[in-house]
């Protein structure tokens, strides 16, 4: 295993709770999707992301189970590096979908950073996550191809778009020793290099958008929590603070 | 080119020969109207217990301690929607409802789903106690139908469905394990579990076979309920026994003679309640149910303008 520098421990923790925490906001969808395809398709997609979560942590501390989860569980809100778009609760149907949608347009622009990473093991979970991402993009798309067609389902999907974009924008937050990384080598450009080409993938899905319209979240390099990550976390802890040293 | 004839049997006697024989009926066969309907009713209600028990385990899977151990709970879920999926598909293609019919009259309490998805799952002593005791239960019951079941479309998925449900026990007993090795605790939470649900699973079976059982004549079942039961006590008695746990069954007994146990009498006004959808999590468990459909009946309204999908969400 390559020595994990600082820099990269932060932008991959970075990422690794993006994807823990959006393959976390996908299971609550698993059984109450509007149709049965799609409770599994939520379930396929939850497992991946979670998976990527998973794969990333590996190559911050090893294969063990404990070492894994104590990581990925108990950190303080504030060395959590998860953005915002991941930490809301959205109880809508719509708002899920085009979280969905502009979660995995970017998740796949944030992989090919990692496609020629000085870290191997980056380079080459970057491969089988690209790959798993391909299909999560078309599941989002083929929705929506159907959705926009139909009046009563554009007029919701564009609602929650502009609802959601704001929230979506905090995804290109750098962590705070991104730039290092950078120069490490670790990742290729920063998470605000890929807004452009993200935007233009939304402008073409869902037609241009007044970017400068959208409110600019405020940015504080993933150090700052979302209203809803204390629920969330506390949900997610529920089993394991009955006691953190056990096994279940 | 394969050319398909539909079959026809002059009288039911006929049938029940072609039947006995070791026949199997497929779903463009002229089957009785009566063995339709028994076998549609029975894989409509496997189904909808699949789905129903896909919802009782989803309550606890945001919940599940560790990141690996939530995406095994999560595979498990999924495997259970996707049995709803397959055994909806077959259910429909018997023509007497569509899939939307199904899960329509299931949301609306109008159709059953077996007792044990009932009940609620608590904490998640009782997720395992599921996974452990519930699994196994139904596993024992699938196993029975496929080794002899008339049915072929409902034979063929039943082959996938109990392949997977083998993994679901093993993924239930692996945890047991775990909570059985762990702290005083975690035994408490699992003594607990098998206290609750020790007598759902083991009524999952059903009272004792009547003698005129159809579905046993028809062989779509190919055992009776009170074997299935005994086996499963066979099993888990001695096994939670052996890991220090207590049966919640006083009149439970070891016969020297036969070298075997016998339970207690058992009380089947739970079951009976929750054939009429009125057990312990019932209303709730369907009002759910219900309100996330109606949530949503706008993306399907959608869908169901479009050719291609609509196919595949109406069927």
Known sequence: MNEISIAARDVILAFVDDEHLMGQQHTEWIGVAPFLEEDLAFASIGQDELGHAAMLLEALVGTDDADIDALAFYREASQWRSCALVEVTLPEWSDTLLRHWLYDAAEELRWQLFQGSSVQL???ISVRALSEERFHRQHGDAL???LLRVDDAHDRIMASLHKVLPLALTMFDGAPSEADALVEGVISGSLISLLGDWQQRVDHRFGPVDWDQIVRPVLSQRKERHDDFAPLLARMLEVLDLDRTVTW | MVLCMSRSWSSIDDFEA???N???VESDDSMPDEYRLAVFRFIELHANSEQMGGLTERDW???TPGLRHKMAVIAKTQDEFGHAHLLYMVAADMRIKTRREMVEDLYAGKSRFHNVFHYRAKTWGHQVAIAFLVDAAALASQQAVFKNCSYGPYRRILKRIISEEGFHMRLGEDRMMRIAQGTEMQREMFQQAIDDWWWPALQLFGPDSK???????WHIKSERNEVLRDRWVQKFVPMLQSYGFTIPDPGL????????WVAGPIDWAPLKKTFANVGPDSARRISEASAHWEESAWVRQALAANKTVNELVQA
């Open chain 1, 122 to 124: 980056l380079a080459d």
């Open chain 2, 61 to 63: 899977i945001p919940r």
């Open chain 2, 211 to 217: 003698p005129n059982d159809m579905l046993l004549r």
């Open chain 1, 144 to 146: 929506l191809d159907v």
């Open chain 2, 22 to 24: 070791g026949g199997i």
């Open chain 2, 18 to 20: 072609f039947l006995n």
């Open chain 2, 253 to 260: 007994r070891f016969d020297d003679d036969e070298d075997r």
